[in-house]
């Protein structure tokens, strides 16, 4: 089932999501049971949530409301770098395939829900999108063995994972700066609970930008896939509920083509994957 968190006339709440050929609808939870989406995955209790949104009528359609990211609340945003394997051979220097993930961080004002307008900021021009699978953490731990990581993902979502390129080569250690400007990415549309998902090693994800296809894979070619980088993150970090792990993006990000295509005003960005649906920006200028 799948779950969005959205605005209605000035509310913040969140509900499941309904889609028929009429169009999109939401059941309004919060508006009953208080708290955020968040709330449910920490008591483990998703199975609750999705048997009181079978008893829901239809309350809102999509025209009504404001998406926001799925999870507002969540303690962290882990970002893998580099986990495709054609990702890799994309950089074009002859590197080995990396024994380890990349890893940085990202935070939540870094991001708009679907169907809102990433920001371009006036320091750069070099705005880049990257299509990227969400895990959310549902059941924390440290040092979880790879063998039970899939039982501790609630759910997945969708990112456009937006990237100031030239800062985040300002510094020779990090990318924080380019990673973390106001409104760059999108988060959402909603999240999907795991019980929907039957292999997460063979999930196809594709970015399209104004309709043309620019990246296009499956986890199948991860280096790193979602049980590993469940483990291994458990390992130096305790993950707890509501947490979301972007697990990296295909190849075909725009700084890689020649000459680079940046985003720019006017340009809509789609990520679809996993059967989640699709997650649209559109691209304007922070004023």
């Known amino acids: 089932m799948k779950f969005a968190t959205y605005n209605i006339r000035g509310r913040q709440t969140y509900g499941s999501v309904i889609e028929d050929e009429k169009g999109i609808h939401f059941t309004d939870i919060g508006a009953i049971h208080g708290n955020d989406l968040k709330k449910w995955i920490e008591l483990d209790a998703l199975v609750r949530l999705k048997q009181i949104a079978k008893d829901l009528p239809i309350a809102f359609h999509e025209d009504e409301i404001e998406y926001l990211p799925p999870i507002l609340t969540g303690q962290k945003i882990v970002c893998i770098g580099v986990n495709y394997a054609n990702r890799n051979a994309e950089y074009k220097d002859g590197s080995d395939l990396p024994k380890y993930p990349s890893v940085f961080i990202r ?49 997945l979502t969708l990112m456009n994972e937006g990237t100031i390129r030239d800062w985040v080569r300002h510094a020779k250690f990090n990318v924080t700066q380019g990673k973390n400007f106001d409104k760059t990415g999108a988060i959402g549309p909603w999240i999907m609970t795991a019980d929907e998902v039957t292999d997460f090693t063979a999930l196809d994800i594709q970015t399209r930008v104004n309709g043309e296809v620019r990246q296009n894979d499956n986890t199948r070619n991860m280096m790193f896939p979602f049980d590993y980088i469940v483990s291994y993150l458990s390992t130096f970090m305790t993950l707890k509920p509501g947490d979301l792990i972007a697990t990296g993006t295909p190849n075909g990000a725009g700084a890689r083509f020649d000459p680079p295509i940046y985003l720019k005003p ?13 997650l649209t920006s559109g691209v304007k200028d922070e004023v």
């Open 107 to 155: 935070y939540i004002d870094g991001f708009v829900g679907h169907n809102e307008h990433v920001l371009r900021p006036p320091e750069s021009p070099q705005l880049d999108y990257e299509g990227e699978i969400v895990i959310v953490v549902g059941k924390g731990g440290r040092r979880i063995p790879r063998e039970q990581a899939h039982d501790h993902i609630a759910a």
């Open 266 to 278: 006017g340009d809509v960005v789609e990520v679809e994957a996993a059967g989640i649906g699709v």
